[in-house]
């Protein structure tokens, strides 16, 4: 079997774990418990409720964060999704193509999480050969003999936590430890920089590949069906025009979405068929390179390669550009192209 030079990751999320573990930080130890039931979802409008958005995990981010390290090849979540909060991030989850496990708890406090996740760890390493990242999501102790045998296998282990809910036998046990807050405060930056530069002027793409991308946009909304989970691919045959490239999109960010049904549809932004705003992932994108490498200027391969592993659906094309080195452009007002002709971008600097 040929070995991909890309390095390729496997991403296990203890569901219950992370969830817990960031309401109980934010509302008090054992609040989670006490506030809430396995069988009956809190009503709306009740304070219970207003918690658990306050509380709310995003999963963009975490995902987004593991995609840095390379291809995500196995992503999985374990829980019991017929538990209210749970079911009400299943449509998040299933558009980021992550697996749902199903567990069954075996008693009123513990699902068996972390045995079902060692177990599927362990056969993946020794079923697929080229697996060179192994990242656990969750804070529990009981993976600290996972990581360890992780890396005698040769694989590179990340763990990634909420700070108060995480064994710090687990944070010495892995590779690199990264803490779920740090990824919100990146998630922060890009949206700061991205309202900033909405009013900055942007070079739009020639008039004819404009044109030619909203037929093509038109043309499939006319012959497609809806995606699942209620995502169109194209813009409806009613719409006057295609949204324009360089048009900003408002879209809450996931921290703040409100308590949803499992079936809740997330819109495309625009387009292009992208779920996501192509400026605000050229900006995370960026973010992220630059917080695991610490290089001020990014290689423009190496944006675009992360910007396809956060959104396989990104086309640059069907934004109305020919290349991706014009779309760049396109975003004058946030990012900065390398006039030396290295092929290198950066976040444009903010001024004094």
């Not at 290295?342 to 600097?349: L, N, T």
């Amino acid at each position: 079997m040929p070995v991909s030079a890309e390095p390729r990751v496997a991403l296990y999320f203890d569901f219950d774990n992370i969830v817990i573990s960031r309401y109980d930080q934010l509302h008090g130890d054992f609040a989670y418990r006490k506030d809430t039931s396995r069988s009956k979802a809190p009503s709306a409008g009740t304070k219970t409720a207003e918690k658990l958005r306050e509380a709310t995990v995003d999963i963009d981010a975490v995902l987004d964060f593991a995609a840095t390290f390379g291809t995500i090849a196995i992503a999985r979540a374990y829980a019991d999704w017929s538990t209210p909060v749970n079911a009400s991030y299943r449509g998040q989850l299933i558009d980021r193509a992550v697996d749902l496990v199903q567990l069954f708890p075996l008693s009123a406090t513990k699902n068996g999480a972390d045995i079902r996740l060692a177990v599927d760890a362990v056969e993946d390493m020794f079923r697929i050969d080229d697996l060179s990242h192994i990242v656990i999501v969750a804070g529990d102790s009981d993976y600290v003999a996972l990581a360890q045998k992780a890396k005698r296998l040769g694989r590179y282990v990340v763990g990634i936590g909420v700070a108060g809910g995480t064994s710090r036998a687990l944070t010495a046990a892995v590779d690199e430890f990264a803490d779920y807050d740090a990824l919100l405060a990146t998630d922060a930056e890009v949206d700061d920089d991205a309202d900033e530069a909405a009013a900055a002027p942007a070079e739009p793409a020639p008039n004819r590949r404009r044109r030619a991308s909203t037929k093509t946009v038109e043309a499939a909304s006319e012959d497609a069906p809806e995606a699942s989970g209620g995502r169109s691919r194209g813009r409806a045959k009613s719409e006057p025009k295609a949204a324009e490239p360089d048009e900003p999109v408002e879209r809450p960010s996931a921290r703040v979405l409100q308590f949803m049904a499992p079936t809740d549809p997330v819109p495309a932004e625009d387009g292009s068929g992208s779920p996501r705003n192509p400026g605000r992932l050229l900006q995370k994108a960026i973010e992220l390179l630059h917080a695991k490498n610490d290089e001020e200027w990014q290689s423009s391969s190496a944006v675009k390669n992360q910007m396809l592993r956060m959104d396989p659906s990104f086309q640059e094309r069907r934004l109305g550009f020919a290349s991706f080195t014009e779309f760049l452009k396109s975003r004058g007002g946030v990012v900065e192209l390398d006039e030396t002709g290295r092929g290198r971008v950066r976040i444009r600097p903010k001024k004094d």
